[in-house]
């Protein structure tokens, strides 16, 4: 059974930084393609930034430059460094394993 367990969320200040963490088991996140979404009160779920088997990274736009994906094969983890954070950076971010498995959402909430 495959399950996804987000933390390292809170409240910051804007320009403060987060690190939020993914923790998997039934899944390597080594060998598949993982991914950190974010969903914002009354907007649709975004993707954020992609990492897949062979090391590859993909971000949006809206995070390029701020926000770093990463995994440590050894502990089955996947990151996401947040730094120089936006009030509009604010949502509930989410990792997502093989494009199919969803963790159950972190919450950040950057204030002005």
């Known amino acids: 059974q495959v399950r996804l367990v987000e933390s390292g969320g809170g409240l910051v200040q804007g320009g403060g930084s987060l690190r939020l963490s993914c923790a998997a088991s039934?899944?390597?996140?080594?060998?598949?393609?993982m991914a950190w979404y974010r969903q914002a009160p009354g907007k649709q779920r975004e993707l954020v930034a992609t990492?897949?088997?062979?090391?590859?990274?993909n971000y949006a736009d809206a995070v390029k430059g701020r926000f770093t994906i990463s995994r440590d094969n050894a502990k089955n983890k996947m990151y996401l460094q947040m730094n120089s954070l936006k009030p509009e950076d604010t949502a509930v971010y989410y990792c997502?394993?093989?494009?199919?498995?969803w963790g159950q959402g972190t919450q950040v909430t950057v204030s002005s």
């Open positions: 039934g899944i390597s996140v080594g060998f598949n393609s």
């Open positions: 997502s394993a093989g494009w199919k498995y």
């Open positions: 990492l897949t088997s062979s090391g590859n990274t």
